[in-house]
């Protein structure tokens, strides 16, 4: 197992196009969380999934945001109509509830992203 | 809702003991994270305390009082890698018990 993958690693994109980011967990994980990070401050909790249920949004994530977990495998953040403040770096972490390193996040490197 | 708070830059030396401060205000608690991220890289876990006390590993310990709100790391031995932000991360009750909301972080600078 490679860790935590997310692609596209960089997304450059106009304001007002669609974007989507995909996360792959740990293999074993079942709980997978999204967060967002802007420069110079720390990761902010936008979502949250056991599985393939979505079970906690922030109100950080407007209704252009929206995440899925199809299969309780990856998952993917969709953002439609981009504006300049989603400019930032998304991160992908996921965990297990049980076993070795039980309920520590590891994150993947994040998708950063830029819309001009 | 939840408050954190730790320094935003410290500077050090190669070599020394540098001490980073935490105070945290939440709304439920359960533990404690540490995780030091380099630029442009994720967040790697290091440490997690959720009772009072200090928790060693290696050159690395946190310490945490839950009367008080406050926790710190402690980086012994200073190396030029450690240059990073460090960020404090109280785990709240929801989110599964995993959410973590994260403070904005301590950049460290470890200088010769």
């Known amino acids: 197992d490679t860790g935590v993958s997310q692609n596209p690693r960089h997304k450059i994109t106009k304001r007002g196009q669609n974007v989507t980011f995909r996360c792959d967990p740990i293999?074993?994980?079942?709980?997978l969380y999204w967060y967002r990070q802007t420069l110079g401050q720390g990761p902010e909790f936008l979502t949250y999934?056991?599985?393939?249920?979505?079970?906690?949004k922030s109100r950080l994530l407007s209704d252009r945001f929206s995440a899925e977990r199809p299969k309780g495998s990856f998952s993917t953040l969709e953002i439609q109509r981009t504006e300049q403040g989603d400019s930032a770096m998304y991160l992908c972490?996921?965990?297990?509830?049980?076993?070795?390193?039980?309920?520590?996040?590891?994150f993947g490197a994040g998708s950063r992203l830029t819309v001009l | 809702g939840q408050n954190i708070d730790q320094p935003t830059e410290m500077t050090a030396t190669e070599g020394a003991i540098v001490q980073i401060n935490c105070t945290y205000q939440?709304?439920?608690?359960?533990?404690l994270f540490w995780y030091q991220q380099h630029a442009g890289e994720a967040p790697t876990f290091l440490s997690y305390?959720?009772?009072?006390g200090l928790e060693e590993k290696g050159r690395f310990s946190s310490f945490l009082s839950r009367s008080k709100g406050y926790s710190y790391l402690l980086l012994k031995e200073l190396q030029m890698k450690d240059s990073a932000s460090y960020l404090c991360?109280?785990?709240?009750?929801?989110?599964?018990?995993?959410?973590?909301?994260f403070g904005t972080g301590t950049q460290l600078k470890v200088e010769l």
């Open positions: 293999s074993e994980h079942n709980r």
């Open positions: 939440t709304s439920g608690f359960n533990g």
């Open positions: 991360a109280p785990r709240g009750l929801t989110g599964g018990g995993n959410k973590l909301t």
């Open positions: 305390n959720v009772l009072d």
């Open positions: 999934f056991q599985n393939e249920a979505q079970l906690e």
């Open positions: 972490a996921s965990t297990n509830p049980q076993g070795a390193g039980a309920n520590v996040l590891t």
